[in-house]
C-alpha cells in the first residue's frame, strides 16, 4: 500500500512537470499546426538561465524563475520571426526538418557554452525538506511541482474559457480563416500564443529540473516523452495533456519503481501500445 | 435486364440528423443518370456511402447482384464501381501516359510488379495510346500533369476511370471548374462512354444535365424525392419546392 | 495537328533511351568515383567503406521517405537490426563466413522493416513520427539491457569473419571490406533502379503523392507501403552487415535516434525522391563531418542544425534535385 501511495506522487509530480512542460506544445501545434520538435529545447533553456542566474547571480528562486522564463521568450522572439514563420503551413517533413535543426543548434551551444555537466538549480530552504502526509513524508519540491501544475492547468483553463483572448484563440484554432474575417488578428493570437508556450516550458524547466535534469541533450532526450504528451492527448486539448501526462508519469514512475532496469524499455512499449490503439490520440481528434 | 447497381434503403445519421434517410435506387447497364439536388441535400454523402467511403448505419448496396454493402472502397473498385473526383486528384508529377498506365496495370492486378517498365510492355502502351486519343489527349500523353490545362486534366480523370473498365461509374462534377470554352470537349468524352457502362453523374449545371441524362434523380435534404426523364422534372411541383423553396408558392399564386 | 503529334512520337522515343542511358552513366560515375576513391585515399578506406554502409542506410530511408511519404525519424532501428544481427551470428552462433553474415542482417533488416512498418502505419502526421521515435527508442533500450547478446553499452566485439569467398581475407586497411561494400552498393543501386522504375514504384510515387487518389484506383495503400518497408529493411539490413563485418564491431550508436535523425539530414541533403540524391547527400555529410570534426568535434552538432535550417530554407530539393531543376530549366530555355 505504501509503495502504491508513494508510487502516486511521484507519478503525479511527475506527470505535473510534463503537463506543465507540454501543455504550450500541444496548445501550439492545436493553434499553428506546426509539429515542433524544437519545444523541449526551450524548457532547457529556461533550466540553463535559472541555474546561471541562481548559481552565477546569486538571485533568489523566485527571481530565477522570472528570469528565465522571461529570458527564454526573448530569446524564442528572433527564432519564431526568422524561422518558424517560414514553416507555418509547410509539408510535416519540412516541419520535422527544421525544427530538429533548430534543436541541434540549441544543443551544440548549450553543450559549448555551459559544457556537458549536468546543472542544478538551488532550491530556497521552504522547497528543500519534506512534508509529512500521514503515510510518508514526501519531499516538498514535489508538491511544490504538483501544485504548479495545478496552477498552470486552473489559469490556461480561465484563460481560454473565460477570457476575451480564449475566445480569439478558440475561433482561431477552429477555424483561423473564419476568424481572421471576423476581424481576429490571428498573427497576434498566434505570437502571443507562442510567447505563453515558450514561457510554460521555460517554467516546467526550471520547476522539473529536479526531475528531468538539465543537460544538453535533455531537448533530445525528452523529445519523445513530449511529442507523445501531445499526440496521446489530442493537440490543443487541456484535459486530453492533463489525461496523458498523468498517464504517462503513471507508467514511466511505476515501471522505474518496479523495474528499475527495463523503466526505459517498458516506457517506449507502452508508448507504442497506446498510439497504436488510440492513433488520433484520447481525444480523438488530434490531425 | 438486371440492375448492375442496386441501393436499397440506405440510411445515414450524423448525431440524429439523418443525411441519407431511406434512399433506393437501381441502375440498369447502359443507364445514363444525373443526380441533383440543392446544396445540403445529401449527394457528397451518399456518394460516399457508395464507394464506401462511409458506413451506413441501414440498407445494402448490391453490385452485379452481390452485396458490396461491407467491402471497403478499394475492393469495391476492383469489383467495378469506380468513381471520379470533384477536384481533380492527379500526380503533379507524372505524365497523363504514367496515370492511364498505373490503372490498367491495377486493375490487371500487375502493379505491384517490381521488375520492367510500363514502356516496355506492349500491351500497357496500347491501351495507353488509345485512351489517350480516344479522349484528345494524345499530344500531352508525355508532359507532366502540372502542365497541362485544368480542362485535359478533367478528361485525364474520365481516362483513369475508364481505364479501370468499370461496370457503374460514377462522376462527380465532370465539368466542374472548368472554362466554359473547354466544356465541349468534355461533353463529347461523356458522349462517347461505352454504350453498357452504368453512369451516375452529380451535376450542377443544368444544361449539362439535360444533355446527358435519360433520367435524372433528384435528392433533397436525404431523400430521393424525384427519380424519372429530364423532360418532366422542372415541371415536378416537389423539386421545385425543394430548389425554389416558398418562392414556388408565390409564383404559382401570381 | 498531326505534324504535332508526330513530333511528339518522335520525340517520346529519345526521351526512354536518354533515361536508359542516364542509369548507365549513374553506375559508370559511381564505379569511377569508388575506384577513384580506392586510389586518391588508400589511408582512408575504412572511412570510405562507413559511407558506403551508411549510404545504404540513406537508401532505405529514401525508398520509404523518399518514394512512399512517410515521414520517420527511427529508421536506424533497421540498420542496427542488420549491423547486431550479423554481428550476433558470428560471435555466438560461429556464422563467421561473410556472405552468410550478410544473408543474416539481410533478414534481420527485413524483419525489423515489417516490425516498424505494421506500428509506424497504424498512425498518421505526428503520432506516427512518434511511433517511429518510440521504435528506435525500444530497439536501443532491448540492445542496451540484453547485453550477454549484444555486449549492452561496451558494444558487440570480437566479431571475426572468414575471408571473403574463402580468398581474401579482413585486412586493415579495409581493402577487402571496401571493395566488398562498392560491389554490394552496386547491385543494391541497380536492384533499386530497377525497383523504383518498375510499376510498383511508380505505385509508390502515386501514393506519396495522393493516397486517396491511389485507392479510388482499387489498389492497396497499405500492402504497398508494407512491400516497400520490407525491400527497405533488407537494403538497411545490408548497410548494418557491412558495417558489422568491415568494423568487427557493433555498438548501441548504430541503434540511435541520432543515426536516424543523420539519415534523414542526409537525405535531405542529397535530395528525397531520388536514390543518387541519396548517394550525394550521404557523401557531402559525412565528407564534411569528418572535416568539420577532425577541426573541432565541440561545434558538429551546432553545424548540423545549421546546415540542416540552411537547406530546408535555401535547397528544399536538396543538391541533386536542385542541381538536376536547374539543368532541366535550362534544357527548355534552349528548345
Not at chain 1, 532547457?44 to 529570458?71: K, Q
Request: with cysteine.
Amino acid at each position: 500500500m505504501q509503495t502504491v501511495l508513494s508510487i502516486a506522487v511521484d507519478a503525479l509530480a511527475y506527470g505535473m512537470v510534463l503537463f506543465v512542460i507540454s501543455i504550450g506544445l500541444s496548445v501550439t501545434m492545436g493553434l499553428m499546426r506546426v509539429v515542433n520538435l524544437a519545444h523541449g529545447a526551450f524548457a532547457m533553456i529556461g533550466g540553463y538561465i535559472a541555474s546561471y542566474a541562481a548559481r552565477d547571480l546569486g538571485v533568489g528562486y523566485g527571481v530565477a524563475v522570472l528570469i528565465a522564463v522571461f529570458g527564454t521568450i526573448l530569446i524564442a522572439i528572433p527564432i519564431e520571426r526568422l524561422l518558424y514563420r517560414r514553416i507555418y503551413g509547410a509539408p510535416e517533413l519540412t516541419q520535422v526538418l527544421m525544427t530538429i535543426g533548430i534543436t541541434f543548434c540549441i544543443i551544440g551551444i548549450a553543450n559549448f557554452v555551459f559544457g556537458p555537466t549536468l546543472k542544478t538549480i538551488p532550491l530556497p530552504p521552504e522547497l528543500q525538506g519534506s512534508i509529512n502526509l500521514g503515510f510518508r513524508a514526501v519531499a516538498t519540491h514535489r508538491l511544490f511541482a504538483i501544485l504548479c501544475g495545478l496552477v498552470v492547468a486552473g489559469a490556461l483553463w480561465y484563460l481560454i474559457e473565460k477570457t476575451a483572448f480564449g475566445v480569439k484563440l478558440r475561433a482561431s484554432v477552429d477555424n483561423a480563416a473564419m476568424a481572421a474575417a471576423l476581424g481576429v488578428r490571428t498573427q497576434i493570437v498566434y505570437a502571443v500564443s507562442f510567447a505563453i508556450a515558450i514561457g510554460l516550458a521555460a517554467f516546467g524547466g526550471v520547476v522539473g529540473a529536479e526531475l528531468l535534469p538539465v543537460e544538453p541533450y535533455y531537448a533530445l532526450r525528452y523529445m519523445v516523452t513530449f511529442l507523445v504528451v501531445v499526440s496521446i492527448g489530442g493537440a490543443g486539448s487541456i484535459p486530453g495533456a492533463l489525461l496523458a501526462c498523468l498517464l504517462l508519469g503513471g507508467i514511466d514512475t511505476t515501471g522505474r519503481y518496479l523495474m528499475p532496469e527495463f523503466g526505459e524499455f517498458f516506457f517506449y512499449l507502452a508508448v507504442i501500445a497506446i498510439v497504436c490503439v488510440f492513433p488520433r490520440g484520447l481525444a480523438g481528434r488530434a490531425k | 435486364m438486371t440492375s448492375i447497381l442496386e441501393v436499397c434503403n440506405l440510411k445515414k445519421a450524423f448525431g440524429g440528423l439523418a443525411v441519407t434517410n431511406n434512399v433506393s435506387l437501381s441502375l440498369n447497364p447502359g443507364d445514363r443518370v444525373a443526380l441533383i439536388g440543392p446544396n445540403g441535400a445529401g449527394k457528397t454523402t451518399f456518394v460516399n456511402l457508395v464507394t464506401g467511403n462511409l458506413r451506413p448505419d441501414s440498407g445494402m448496396v448490391r453490385l452485379g447482384g452481390e452485396t458490396i454493402t461491407g467491402l471497403n472502397p478499394m475492393r469495391r473498385v476492383r469489383k467495378g464501381l469506380v468513381r471520379s473526383f470533384q477536384v481533380t486528384r492527379l500526380f503533379q508529377d507524372m505524365t497523363p501516359a504514367e496515370h492511364v498506365a498505373l490503372a490498367i496495370l491495377q486493375r490487371d492486378g500487375r502493379s505491384t510488379q517490381m521488375l520492367g517498365h510500363f514502356s516496355h510492355m506492349p500491351d500497357v502502351t496500347a491501351e495507353t495510346g488509345e485512351l489517350l486519343s480516344k479522349l484528345g489527349l494524345h499530344d500531352f500523353a508525355s508532359s507532366k500533369v502540372s502542365r497541362i490545362a485544368y480542362g485535359q486534366q478533367r478528361l485525364l480523370e474520365i481516362a483513369i476511370a475508364l481505364a479501370l473498365r468499370p461496370k457503374v461509374l460514377l462522376l462527380d462534377e465532370p465539368a466542374a471548374g472548368v472554362p466554359q470554352s473547354d466544356t465541349g470537349r468534355i461533353e463529347q468524352a461523356l458522349a462517347e462512354l461505352p454504350a453498357d457502362l452504368a453512369v451516375l453523374m452529380i451535376e450542377h449545371d443544368m444544361d449539362l444535365v439535360f444533355r446527358f441524362a435519360r433520367r435524372v434523380i433528384v435528392l433533397a435534404a436525404g431523400e430521393i424525392i424525384f427519380d424519372g426523364s429530364p423532360a418532366e422534372v422542372t415541371k415536378d411541383a416537389r423539386v421545385r419546392e425543394a430548389y425554389l423553396g416558398s418562392y414556388a408558392y408565390v409564383s404559382s399564386v401570381a | 495537328m498531326a505534324a504535332l503529334m508526330n513530333e511528339n512520337a518522335i520525340a517520346g522515343k529519345p526521351a526512354r533511351v536518354r533515361l536508359a542511358g542516364s542509369d548507365l552513366l549513374g553506375v559508370a560515375i559511381v564505379i569511377a568515383a569508388a575506384i577513384a576513391g580506392y586510389f586518391l585515399f588508400p589511408n582512408n578506406l575504412a572511412l570510405l567503406t562507413r559511407i558506403i554502409s551508411i549510404a545504404l542506410l540513406v537508401l532505405s530511408l529514401d525508398l520509404v521517405t523518399g518514394y512512399c511519404g512517410v515521414a520517420t525519424l527511427g529508421h536506424a532501428a533497421l540498420y542496427g537490426a542488420g549491423a547486431y544481427a550479423a554481428g550476433m551470428a558470428a560471435v555466438h552462433f560461429g556464422i563467421t563466413d561473410p556472405l552468410a553474415m550478410m544473408a543474416v542482417g539481410i533478414l534481420a533488416g527485413t524483419a525489423a522493416g515489417l516490425l516498424s512498418g505494421v506500428i509506424v502505419l497504424r498512425a498518421h502526421g505526428l503520432p506516427q513520427l512518434v511511433l517511429s521515435i518510440a521504435i528506435v527508442h525500444l530497439f536501443h533500450e532491448a540492445a542496451n539491457k540484453a547485453s550477454s547478446w549484444t555486449g549492452g553499452s561496451d558494444g558487440l566485439a570480437s566479431i571475426a569473419p572468414d575471408p571473403l569467398l574463402g580468398l581474401f581475407e579482413f585486412d586493415l586497411w579495409s581493402r577487402t571490406a571496401y571493395v566488398f561494400g562498392v560491389v554490394l552498393l552496386l547491385v543494391v543501386l541497380i536492384v533499386l533502379r530497377l525497383v523504383v522504375r518498375s510499376p510498383f514504384g511508380m505505385l509508390c510515387r502515386g501514393i506519396k503523392e495522393d493516397p486517396i487518389r491511389i485507392r479510388a484506383m482499387g489498389a492497396s495503400v497499405h500492402g504497398t507501403i508494407m512491400r516497400m518497408y520490407a525491400i527497405s529493411g533488407a537494403v538497411a539490413g545490408v548497410g548494418g552487415a557491412l558495417n558489422a563485418i568491415s568494423t568487427q564491431v557493433v555498438g548501441l550508436d548504430s541503434l540511435s535516434f541520432t543515426l536516424s535523425a543523420e539519415a534523414l539530414v542526409m537525405l535531405v541533403l542529397g535530395g528525397t525522391g531520388s536514390l543518387y540524391g541519396a548517394l550525394i547527400g550521404t557523401v557531402s555529410f559525412l565528407w564534411f563531418e569528418d572535416i568539420v570534426s577532425a577541426a573541432n568535434p565541440f561545434h558538429w552538432l551546432t553545424i548540423v542544425g545549421a546546415l540542416l535550417i540552411l537547406v530546408v530554407l535555401f535547397a528544399p530539393r536538396g543538391l541533386y534535385g536542385t542541381a538536376s531543376a536547374f539543368l532541366e530549366r535550362r534544357q527548355e530555355a534552349r528548345r
